[in-house]
């Protein structure tokens, strides 16, 4: 049964309304209804209660229920349990919902136009917007990009990619309305990693920024994600493919030729470990506030979050995700052994959940990928939110000028070059 978190207020505020009502009754009135009501489910002589029981085909369509829940149950228990071969990227382009229309190589252009007002913080900004020709359709993507002036070497390239109910315009600080909190989740994340040297840029997700409750900020997303499943995509594979594009463009700028990071949390952090999986020019990847062995978060019936359970959450299940998609084989087909943090809160749910995940990694990562500071967990303190100090040191790290690069590190995994700071980093304790 999917969760309608909407019904669900509005039976809560209904059950009040009735609660009132009765305190509110004299006496007598109260005493009578009470009784009345007593006795709707008073016993008969035979020691049965007067409700009448459910017909037969009810009971035989729950019974039916029940027996195809086990199935699943069955399924899950055996696909988790199953050795997976290698990922290859074009099933990954194709699981993950990439047109097949976009496939081979599009024709991209890219436009920036200069923000009419500057920001109060001082970070000038272009807005971009991106068409990728793919056959005869044309697939639109934007945001906002901040290029570092070069008065100061440069950090890199970042993409920073913003979560639910959020937008580029806040995660740069320029929306602060009675819409949005100024210090929400993200924490301004954009605009700091901007004031700490890098160039970023940041992409627009579909989500609805302006709505309560949280219930619905998807609603949109999850409309677009059933139409794109009808002809062959899916809204992420739309949008990763699209920011894998419009990043490969702005790489192309004079000023940009430097490594590639991504920063994604939420949302943003599922889309960002997806363009690194899609895109074999990340140098460095940081997911925040998503990783956890999501098989059971999909499929199983006993997990608390079961994203199947929710109305608007279609977006997130993805055909064979158990078997083809789980973070352990992507990241061992399709990332490792290119730099990996993970960042959650100690008091997100998510906190234990990623635990085992990570154990699964570090068996895929060089033994030393720990002390190489390439695999890290971070557990922040406090809740589903941006922590960003350990993460930009990470960044900091991976995507300095000197160095190997994303495709270089492939055949130097766990190993320290001279190139490499040999001095210990504290940014892979996984508490701080």
């Keep these: 049964m999917r969760i309608n978190w909407a019904l669900v207020s509005a039976l809560q505020l209904a059950a009040i309304a009735v609660f009132v009502g009765i305190l509110l009754l004299d006496d007598g009135t109260r005493d009578a209804l009470v009784a009345r009501l007593a006795s709707a489910t008073s016993q008969s002589p035979a020691g049965k209660t007067s409700v009448k029981p459910d017909p037969a085909s009810w009971r035989s369509a729950q019974e039916l229920i029940e027996s195809d829940h086990r199935f699943l149950d069955s399924l899950l228990r055996g696909q988790m349990a199953s050795a997976q071969p290698e990922l290859e990227p074009a099933e990954f382009r194709h699981l993950i919902g990439v047109p097949k229309e976009c496939?081979?190589?599009?024709?991209?252009?890219?436009?920036?136009?200069?923000?009419?007002?500057?920001?109060?913080?001082?970070?000038?900004?272009?807005?971009?917007?991106?068409?990728?020709?793919?056959?005869?359709?044309?697939?639109?993507?934007?945001?906002?990009?901040?290029?570092?002036?070069?008065?100061?070497?440069?950090?890199?390239l970042l993409v920073a990619i913003h979560g639910t109910s959020s937008s580029p315009e806040q995660i740069f600080g320029l929306e602060t309305d009675e819409h949005f909190?100024?210090?929400?989740?993200?924490?301004?994340?954009?605009?700091?990693?901007?004031?700490?040297?890098?160039?970023?840029?940041?992409?627009?997700?579909?989500?609805?920024?302006?709505?309560?409750?949280?219930?619905?900020f998807n609603k949109n997303r999850n409309e677009l994600d059933r139409r794109a499943e009808a002809l062959g995509a899916k809204l992420v594979g739309m949008e990763v493919f699209a920011i894998s594009k419009t990043v490969n463009e702005i790489r192309k700028l004079d000023d940009l030729k430097q490594k590639t990071g991504v920063y994604g949390i939420s949302l943003g952090g599922m889309t960002a470990f997806y363009l690194a999986a899609l895109d074999q020019d990340i140098d460095a990847v940081v997911v925040s506030q998503w990783a956890e062995q999501r098989g059971p978060k999909l499929a199983s019936r006993d997990h608390k979050s079961a994203m199947w359970r929710y109305e608007q959450a279609d977006y997130t299940i993805f055909r064979d995700y158990v078997t083809r998609l789980s973070d352990e084989l992507v990241v061992r087909s399709l990332i490792a052994p290119r730099p990996l943090l993970y960042e959650v809160g100690s008091e997100d749910e998510r906190s234990e959940r990623v635990q085992p995940l990570f154990r699964q990694l570090q068996s895929i990562y060089p033994p030393d990928a720990g002390a190489d500071n390439r695999l890290c967990l971070v557990v922040g303190p406090g809740g589903h939110e941006i922590f960003f100090d350990k993460a930009i040191r990470f960044l900091e790290y991976w995507l300095r000028e000197s160095g190997t690069s994303g495709a270089a590190a492939a055949g130097s995994a766990g190993v320290q070059t001279g190139d490499q700071p040999s001095e210990a980093s504290d940014f892979c304790s996984q508490t701080g």
């Design 181 to 216: 909190d100024a210090d929400d989740y993200h924490h301004n994340f954009a605009l700091r990693a901007a004031k700490a040297g890098f160039s970023v840029y940041a992409p627009r997700i579909v989500t609805d920024p302006h709505l309560e409750p949280v219930s619905v």
């Design 103 to 156: 496939h081979g190589d599009p024709g991209v252009t890219v436009q920036l136009t200069p923000l009419a007002d500057k920001p109060a913080s001082g970070v000038p900004l272009q807005a971009v917007l991106a068409e990728i020709h793919c056959e005869a359709a044309v697939l639109r993507a934007g945001g906002l990009l901040y290029l570092a002036d070069g008065t100061q070497p440069s950090r890199g």
